[in-house]
């Protein structure tokens, strides 16, 4: 049995403008982003004269949405491009630029007409912050959309009868393994300890997908007069809200406590899982998640990648990963915390190349 391929389709609530579109993901590959198509069709009738216009806009917010203060809307456009459907200002033909546009033209009939937009290279991805249970109507989050309307001109105020709005996701995938092993190693001196501790934490690759276990490799070779206890393991994510606030959230999203001991004059090597899981971090306030649609399942934010001659602040949001290593060492004068950190990027792996060949229609009206 072939494969289905779901269209999108979303019809504003007069009837006079719907919009298809083959797919609401859309990948940064690192050297280009996916293009944004679809088809939009028209009833002229419902129109009454007025013209179509379509927008991309990627939108970053930050508190209520409902509310302004101090004259200043917590919402900035990172990035907003509009374009004339109808009447067309151009042959279709020069507009449709994909096989699934020009199926959905020949079937959809001669009311129907292609929409096109490319990405700037410096956008974000879709992030949100996963509000608490307090935070009704906040939202920080780097969101994508895409908008029909009509009207007589671009910039009139658009009427919500007769608009159609479909959120978007920007995501990327996992670019090839630089084939590091990301390693961090100290040594540790205490008072009236002759010989020093010796601390190392490696992973066996620089890039996690998402729902792989973590393994971290630890090794201690302690020759100072401490003993060591303790040992705990943790993969924090670390989210910098960069426009607005410059916050930065720091949530230990996996833990490991052992109850492992390195005696002095001992040594340790072993090697600890972790498992970095939205499952096991539901409803915590501040995490960095995925962008999503609609209610469909998501999960933790992926690492983001800033490519070169980019601004941060254009981001929005930036989100990294470490794992964390923690022991006490303790002796007669008393115990110290002992730490080691490993960055690592958590991220989806580049799918398979599927076949498409049936369609299936997916209605996508009511809230997106």
């Known amino acids: 049995?072939?494969?289905?391929?779901?269209?999108?389709?979303?019809?504003?609530?007069?009837?006079?403008?719907t919009v298809y579109m083959a797919k609401r993901d859309f990948v940064d590959h690192c050297d280009f982003v996916d293009p944004v198509d679809g088809v939009i069709v028209i009833d002229p009738v419902q129109l009454k004269g007025k013209k179509v216009y379509v927008m991309l806009s990627c939108t970053f917010r930050y508190g209520r949405q409902d509310m302004d203060v101090m004259g200043v809307a917590f919402r900035r456009d990172l990035f907003l491009v509009t374009r004339q459907v109808y009447p067309?200002?151009?042959?279709?033909?020069?507009?449709?630029?994909?096989k699934i546009q020009q199926k959905l033209l020949r079937k959809l009939g001669n009311n129907?007409?292609?929409f096109f937009f490319e990405f700037p290279d410096?956008?974000?991805?879709?992030?949100?912050?996963?509000?608490?249970?307090?935070?009704?109507?906040k939202k920080c989050a780097v969101e994508f959309e895409v908008k029909a309307f009509c009207g007589e001109n671009q910039d009139e105020k658009i009427d919500?009868?007769?608009?159609?709005?479909?959120?978007?996701?920007?995501?990327?995938?996992?670019?090839?393994?630089?084939?590091?092993?990301?390693?961090?190693?100290?040594?540790?001196?205490?008072?009236?300890?002759?010989?020093?501790?010796?601390?190392?934490?490696?992973?066996?690759?620089?890039?996690?997908?998402?729902?792989?276990p973590l393994k971290a490799n630890v090794e201690i070779t302690n020759s100072s007069s401490r003993n060591i206890k303790d040992i705990s393991l943790s993969v924090e994510q670390v989210t910098h809200v960069i426009l607005y606030s410059n916050d930065k959230y720091v949530k230990s999203v996996a833990k490991e406590e052992t109850s492992d001991s390195v005696?002095?004059?001992?040594?340790?090597?072993?090697?600890?899982?972790?498992?970095?899981?939205?499952?096991?971090?539901?409803?915590?306030?501040?995490?960095?998640?995925?962008?999503?649609?609609?209610?469909?399942?998501?999960?933790?934010?992926?690492?983001?990648?800033?490519?070169q001659e980019v601004l941060k602040e254009v981001q929005g949001?930036?989100?990294?990963?470490?794992?964390?290593?923690?022991m006490v060492a303790s002796g007669m004068v008393g115990s110290s915390e002992v730490s080691l950190e490993v960055p690592f990027r958590l991220m989806h792996p580049k799918p398979e190349p599927v076949n498409q060949m049936t369609w299936c229609l997916r209605n996508s009206n009511g809230p997106t």
């Open 1 to 17: 049995m072939s494969p289905k391929h779901v269209v999108f389709k979303k019809v504003s609530r007069d009837k006079s403008v």
């Open 88 to 98: 067309e200002l151009q042959d279709k033909e020069k507009l449709t630029h994909t």
């Open 112 to 114: 129907a007409f292609p």
């Open 122 to 137: 410096n956008l974000p991805c879709s992030i949100t912050l996963q509000p608490g249970l307090s935070d009704v109507g």
């Open 160 to 212: 919500k009868q007769s608009s159609v709005r479909l959120t978007i996701r920007k995501i990327q995938f996992s670019p090839e393994d630089s084939k590091l092993l990301p390693s961090a190693e100290t040594t540790f001196e205490f008072l009236m300890s002759e010989k020093p501790l010796h601390v190392k934490l490696s992973l066996p690759k620089e890039t996690f997908y998402h729902g792989e």
């Open 263 to 307: 005696p002095c004059g001992t040594s340790l090597k072993q090697e600890y899982t972790l498992h970095p899981l939205l499952a096991y971090n539901k409803d915590r306030r501040g995490l960095a998640l995925d962008g999503r649609l609609k209610h469909e399942d998501t999960n933790l934010a992926s690492s983001s990648i800033v490519k």
């Open 317 to 326: 949001i930036l989100v990294s990963y470490k794992v964390v290593l923690r």
